[in-house]
């Protein structure tokens, strides 16, 4: 081996100490060995993310070797590395100028060499198949020789062309060979680039968990462009699992570093991200104008093949903004056409199905659009989520069209069992809340489709059922239960600051705990470990009869947006009916008026919040439950609410005081929550009181008379660890506590106790939940992320607790101790939660408590 093969063997084990060797060793000579010397610094330089100095350094070399008579090959070899460079500057027109100058040159390796770093080249252009097509060719001439540093390369360059064509098994299998060669060649950096691009690849095949896994062992390991390029990927996994508000401001700095290295051809792929995340987060206007920022940067780059994907991301906005025009048809169905020849299927496929709805919307023929399920590429096992959920979209179209509504209802119960299952390959609960956005649009179009009751009952179910909590058992993260510790000790010391009057300490600290658990629980698989059993399969949405025979003598009401009007289908005595209600914003905005007022009627007594709460509510009742009074007659119920909804204080509306009600995110859930209030061992009965609450003594001493054997945590024994650890294996817990709803990251919701907050992230650590949970808090009933109720309520569901009983409003202190005294009495005389719940007198600083789960 050379000193010049030494040299570039270092550049990809060690850049730094590449590019000062290579530096030393170059001096002011000229000849072979300084163009040697040269071009490793150069190539160094660029792993090290200093572009420009790399381009300077090759630029020197190729100068010295055009200069002398006897250095034609290397002038060639210089030329190679160029490619490369001149590439990642967003100069892919130069860089494939310069690999057909040296193609007639290169013989042997150095040609595959060439062929390995052209079709980085082809591919940064867009052109998927060639890129394939060159890598393929030079592989095994590289798989022959001894250079890994190169022939992985070269795997990476084939698996991202593959997967950008949506080839996700050859792309997996190439990218997992890249890492093998790297890892088995001693090659730390060229490893855990591969191991990146490897999550990339492993996130578009949908299982985000591991992504999340490969993407946190690369990274430390990374720097300049492969950095930049690894957060990149990261971000689209965000925007990928409905998280396009955390995306964007990792996008925006890694946007600021990959400019500033003069990184242009990764600035402009950050861009069309960036508006990608943008136009998920609501925010079309902002999008349209950051594609076309990036469409500019991609021609300008003459990288055309990418400015189509831009034009496609354009028409996406224009059709979120509300656009329905022949302009935008035209558009669409022109850009779809150009994606397909350019090797694009999944979003060509996307492109014909804005078409075909912009087409429909103006009351044209849409057919020609839409590609039947057998033929279209999304609809095959190896797309991603995302295309195969468009596919059917366009099959549920199509049919429809042809006035097949029972074939356009299978298509869309096809594509809702895809987001299901991409839900299923999901471990953390916010993750697979947001799932259901992925599917949102078919579910709508299932929703319209829909003419009986049993048929938007089963729509209804299947659409909520991709959003539903999980019982999920990890294997021990220490890393997780570490932040999660340091995170309960840093709010304790904020929450003594602010109690103090006295400024907290830097939030920053707060917000990069709070950073760490989510990311640790976000990488987590739902399977078991190893060693323990497979997580079990999606359960089986339940039909219409199956809860019908279950609801026995109560009455079931699911409430269900179908575009902007609100329906409800009722199941009683047996008989399905479906009931619209009216426009949606007309309950929503009641909603929130009796919401608010609650709120204020806690705080304290106010005649006009009192009168806002009765009007509020009665014209709630009046909009929702009015209409089905003779279908539900006195029975109790079972109310399954849609969106907002779900956070009405129901006992405040007139048809509801006094009655037994079990809320509940959907009828399959109800039916859950039944099973767990099966016969199982009675265990032990749980009080515990967290700090600062002037009544809680009392609450407890009151409740403690009417359970005499109950375990007691209260003052400095009421610590959060030792609280979760008793709340396993109880049939019955109570918890008093300060409490706090945290919207927009519901897993974040705490109670307050002796050292520290309860977060709902420590509860997925009980093993068997208690049967029952009453939580004397404000807020803590809350739920977040729409229908999939994310909050203590909905997690405690989720893992295994039959009934919680929780406030969805604050709660007035000294109103406590009497209303929960009442309720536990009812408790222990038989009475089932709900019951129990329904008979105890209300006072309005208790307003907010609802019973939730099987009742």
């Not at 001693?186 to 691009?197: D, E, I, K, R, V």
Request: glycine share 10%; aromatic share 2%.
């Amino acid at each position: 081996m050379t000193e010049a093969d030494d040299l570039l063997r270092l550049v990809a084990a060690d850049p730094a100490a590449a590019h000062a060797r290579a530096l030393a060793r170059a001096g002011g000579g000229t000849g072979g060995a300084a163009v040697a010397a040269l071009r490793a610094a150069g190539l160094a330089a660029k792993e090290l993310g200093r572009l420009a100095e790399g381009l300077d350094l090759l630029r020197r070399a190729l100068e010295i070797a055009e200069a002398s008579p006897d250095c034609g090959y290397a002038a060639a070899q210089v030329r190679m590395s160029l490619v490369g460079l001149l590439s990642a500057r967003g100069d892919t027109a130069g860089a494939l100028a310069q690999a057909a100058r040296a193609e007639d040159v290169l013989t042997g390796r150095d040609a595959a060499r060439l062929a390995a770093n052209t079709a980085c080249a082809l591919a940064r252009a867009g052109r998927l198949r060639e890129a394939r097509d060159a890598a393929a060719r030079a592989l095994p001439v590289l798989r022959r020789g001894r250079d890994p540093a190169v022939l992985n390369g070269l795997l990476t360059n084939l698996g991202l062309a593959r997967a950008l064509q949506g080839e996700f098994a050859a792309a997996e299998a190439a990218l997992t060979e890249a890492v093998d060669v790297a890892r088995a060649a001693g090659l730390p950096h060229q490893t855990a680039m591969s191991t990146s691009n490897l999550a990339f690849v492993v996130s578009r095949r949908g299982d985000v968990p591991r992504a999340l896994r490969l993407y946190a062992e690369a990274e430390p390991h990374l720097s300049g462009e492969r950095l930049a390029q690894c957060r990149f990927d990261q971000a689209e996994t965000l925007i990928s699992v409905g998280l396009p508000r955390e995306a964007r401001p990792v996008l925006e700095a890694a946007l600021a570093s990959a400019a500033d290295h003069g990184y242009r051809c990764d600035t402009a792929d950050g861009l069309l991200l960036l508006a990608h995340a943008e136009l998920d987060d609501g925010d079309a206007e902002r999008a349209v104008r950051t594609a076309e920022r990036a469409r500019a940067a991609f021609a300008e780059q003459e990288r055309a093949g990418w400015t189509l994907l831009a034009e496609h991301l354009l028409l996406r906005a224009r059709w979120a903004a509300g656009e329905r025009s022949a302009v935008l048809l035209g558009s669409a169905a022109a850009t779809a056409d150009r994606l397909a020849r350019g090797g694009w299927a999944d979003a060509a496929a996307d492109a014909r199905l804005v078409a075909a709805r912009v087409a429909l919307a103006l009351g044209r023929p849409a057919g020609r659009f839409l590609a039947p399920p057998a033929r279209a590429p999304g609809c095959r096992a190896r797309g991603s989520p995302a295309a195969r959920i468009t596919a059917w979209h366009a099959a549920a179209l199509e049919r429809a069209e042809r006035s097949d509504r029972r074939g356009a209802a299978a298509a869309v119960r096809a594509g809702l069992r895809v987001a299901e299952e991409h839900a299923d390959a999901l471990g953390a609960l916010d993750l697979r809340a947001r799932a259901a956005g992925s599917a949102a649009e078919l579910a709508g179009l299932g929703l319209v489709l829909a003419r009986s009751a049993r048929e938007l009952l089963a729509v209804e179910e299947r659409r909520r059922a991709v959003a539903r909590p999980v019982r999920v058992r990890p294997p021990a993260d220490a890393g997780r239960a570490a932040a999660l510790t340091a995170l309960r000790a840093r709010s304790a010391v904020s929450a003594a600051a602010t109690a103090r009057g006295v400024p907290a300490p830097d939030t920053a600290e707060l917000a990069a705990l709070e950073a760490a658990v989510d990311a640790r629980t976000r990488r987590r698989s739902p399977a078991a470990p190893a060693s323990g059993p497979r997580a079990a399969p999606p359960a089986r949405t339940p039909g219409a009869t199956e809860i019908a025979a279950a609801l026995g003598d109560r009455a079931l009401v699911e409430l269900i947006a179908v575009g902007a009007e609100l329906h409800a289908v009722t199941i009683a005595d047996g008989r399905l009916r479906r009931h619209p209600l009216g426009p949606a914003d007309g309950a929503r905005s009641a909603a929130r008026v009796l919401h608010l007022a609650a709120r204020r009627l806690a705080a304290a007594d106010d005649p006009g919040a009192a009168e806002a709460l009765a009007s509020a509510a009665g014209r709630l009742d009046r909009l929702l439950l009015a209409p089905l009074r003779a279908a539900l007659g006195d029975r109790d119920l079972v109310l399954a609410p849609a969106g907002p909804l779900h956070g009405v204080p129901w006992s405040a509306l007139p048809s509801l005081a006094g009655r037994p009600v079990a809320v509940v995110p959907s009828a399959r859930a109800w039916l859950r929550a039944r099973t767990a209030a099966g016969p199982r061992p009675r265990g032990h009965v749980l009080l515990a009181a967290g700090p600062g609450l002037e009544h809680a003594d009392r609450e407890i001493a009151a409740l403690r008379r009417l359970h005499p054997g109950a375990r007691v945590l209260h003052g400095p024994r009421a610590r959060a660890e030792t609280v979760r650890d008793a709340l396993d294996g109880a049939s019955l817990a109570h918890l008093a506590a300060h409490g706090e709803f945290r919207e927009g990251n519901a897993l974040f919701s705490r109670l307050r106790l002796a050292d520290g907050p309860l977060f709902v992230h420590d509860l997925d650590a009980l093993a068997a939940p208690p049967r029952v949970v009453v939580v004397s808090a404000c807020d803590i009933g809350r739920g977040d992320e729409g229908d999939a109720v994310l909050g203590m309520a909905g997690v405690l569901l989720a893992l295994g607790t039959a009934t919680v009983v929780a406030s969805v409003t604050p709660v007035r202190d000294a109103a406590a101790p009497a209303f929960m005294t009442a309720f536990h009495r009812g408790l222990a005389a038989g009475l089932p939660p709900a019951r129990a719940l329904a008979a105890a007198p209300r006072t309005p600083g208790v307003t907010g408590f609802v019973c939730m789960g099987g009742g």
